[in-house]
Nanobody, 126 residues
Framework: QVQLVESGGGLVQAGASLRLSCAAS????????MAWFRQAPGKERELVAG????????SYAGSVKGRFTISRDNPKNTVYLQMNSLKPEDTAVYYC???????????????????WGQGTQVTVSS
């Protein structure tokens, strides 16, 4: 089991930046890929960004590419999402997710994540 706790959400104006953090605990001696998802009211959950265990492979949704950066610090068991140039349409609950993997450079697809955090609210005002 992997437990995930997100932090760093808040209310900001359009154009501002935020950094989300997700701390993992539990079965952290295994390799695990991680990702950030988001879900806005009335919309389906969206995969925002994913990162491999090594950190060498990343993927992004087209809507955030060039504005968001996912990174990780394995000694701290933490993954980050740096969000720049925020837009009102980025408003959502952001969730951290993890998948234990045998491959250090694998970024799972959106339906492959087994562990989830409780989410943190990000609100961007216009």
């Amino acid at each position: 089991q992997v437990q995930l706790v997100e932090s760093g959400g808040g209310l900001v104006q359009a154009g501002a930046s935020l950094r989300l953090s997700c701390a993992a605990s539990g079965r952290t001696t295994s390799m695990y890929a991680m990702a950030w998802f988001r879900q806005a009211p009335g919309k389906e959950r969206e995969l925002v960004a994913g990162i491999s265990w090594s950190g060498g492979m990343t993927s992004y949704a087209g809507s955030v590419k060039g504005r968001f950066t996912i990174s990780r610090d394995n000694p701290k068991n933490t993954v980050y999402l740096q969000m720049n140039s925020l837009k009102p349409e980025d408003t959502a609950v952001y969730y951290c997710a993890a998948r234990i993997t045998d491959y250090s450079d694998y970024v799972p697809g959106e339906f492959e994540y087994a562990y989830w955090g409780q989410g943190t609210q990000v609100t961007v005002s216009s």
